[in-house]
């Protein structure tokens, strides 16, 4: 599995934002707007999808059906985006542990063992979300997983446990087997493993990455305990850069991460998932912190973790759009409109934009990416367009607003 030990020393040769091929980095997007913290799902990966010129008509012809044919110069098929998630999950030897209250989390770091044999342990909880949550996905939804440490002390690797893919049945099969191999033991090397998989997503360093939003999904019951003087690193260098090459990391601290919270809040805002655009990342106390899935108060950690990993599927399901050219020229982009049609029939249903709140702040409707290379379709509109039979773009004719 290529192992290696983290070490500080090793920050710039792992991680490849900072030392890429030819020194530079990806561009961030513009300041402000959806893809400050807090926004969710709202900036994505410069890479095409497939769309398709069709004619326009009225009903009963064949192509786009529409009611803009007077001004309407194209129509285009659209897909959404699929979502790359890469799930990077806490084996320490503390997940051995039984939850709150038969064993708190000062006993368990004392211990790392399983004090009632008849209760579940921390690991038995997160291993059969983690399947649930997976197999839940939609087939064009790619996953992998990796674990940390690898070497029972403080390894990390560069190639996942089990590496990206289609979520067909071979790998639902792969990720399941595996997940069900998973003995806890070792350090809690956190930051080499982020590390690890923000070069696993960047383009820079692995060819032929698949389409879409990228994901890191990071679990933990703990804090740094291999590498504790580049954690700051990771948190306000590390992080950012990964969300300016639209990587974007949503972190879970299940029971014993309660002094980490301030640290894994940080992460979360730093990282492009905050719970809000206010939550506190002030690093005020290290027990202090709410921008990130804290599990640590969950009185039924099974069922408050299974909503959380499935709140994170949806957010990572993506409801992205790629703006298309259009003949011969740049489309204008006041003059686009979207419409779907259900999955169930009828007459197409227009989705009109919805510029007046960010995605994460209300809005029904679409709007423009920050970097305008997306159309992003937000609030319930989202939902309508993921069970859609198809989605079309209508150029050409005055944008219809909300």
């Not at 790619?142 to 790998?171: E, M, R």
């Not at 700051?232 to 990964?242: F, G, K, R, S």
């Not at 108060?297 to 973790?305: N, P, Q, S, W």
């Amino acid at each position: 599995m290529g192992k290696t030990t983290f070490t500080a020393t090793l920050l710039c040769s792992l991680f490849v934002f900072a030392c890429s091929a030819g020194g530079g980095s990806a561009s961030a997007p513009p300041a402000g707007g959806a893809g400050t913290p807090g926004a969710m799902g709202t900036t994505s990966a410069p890479t095409a999808t497939s769309t398709g010129d069709v004619p326009i008509f009225n009903v009963g012809g064949s192509g786009v059906s529409t009611n803009l044919v007077g001004c309407a110069t194209s129509g285009k098929t659209a897909s959404l985006l699929p979502a790359n998630i890469l799930f990077i999950i806490d084996r320490s030897g503390s997940m051995n542990c039984n939850l709150p209250p038969i064993t708190d989390s000062a006993e368990c770091e004392a211990s790392a063992t399983k004090k009632d044999a008849n209760s579940p342990s921390k690991w038995e909880v997160v291993r059969d979300a983690l399947k649930s949550a997976i197999t839940s996905l939609p087939p064009t939804t790619s996953a992998g997983i990796t674990y940390f440490s690898n070497d029972n002390t403080c390894g990390v690797q560069s190639k996942p446990n089990v590496d990206l893919g289609k979520l067909t049945q071979p790998q639902l099969d792969a990720l399941g087997a595996s997940i069900d191999a998973v003995k806890p033991n070792g350090g809690t090397p956190i930051v080499g493993a982020l590390i690890n998989a923000y070069k696993r997503l960047n383009p820079n360093q692995y060819a032929n990455q698949p389409l879409g939003n990228k994901y890191v999904v990071l679990l933990t019951d703990g804090q740094e305990s291999c590498a504790p003087e580049s954690v700051a690193d990771l948190v306000n260098v590390e992080a950012p850069m990964a969300v300016r090459a639209y990587i974007k990391t949503f972190v879970v601290g299940v029971p014993g991460s309660e002094s980490n919270r301030s640290v894994l809040s940080q992460l979360a805002y730093n990282a492009g998932t905050a719970s809000s655009a206010t939550c506190d990342h002030s690093g005020s106390s290290p027990d202090v912190g709410d921008c990130h899935f804290d599990m640590t108060k969950e009185a039924d950690l099974a069922a408050a973790l299974s909503k959380t990993l499935a709140s994170i599927s949806g957010q990572a399901l993506s409801c992205e759009i790629d703006v298309p050219p259009s003949t011969g020229q740049a489309t204008d982009p006041s003059k686009v409109n979207v419409q779907y049609t259900p999955m169930k029939g009828g007459m197409p249903v227009q989705i009109y934009q919805d510029p007046n709140k960010p995605c994460s702040g209300g809005a029904d409707g679409w709007q423009y990416s920050d970097n305008g290379n997306k159309i992003v379709v937000c609030g319930p509109s989202c939902d309508s367009v993921r069970g859609a039979y198809r989605i079309d773009l209508i150029l050409g004719c005055a944008t219809q607003v909300r």
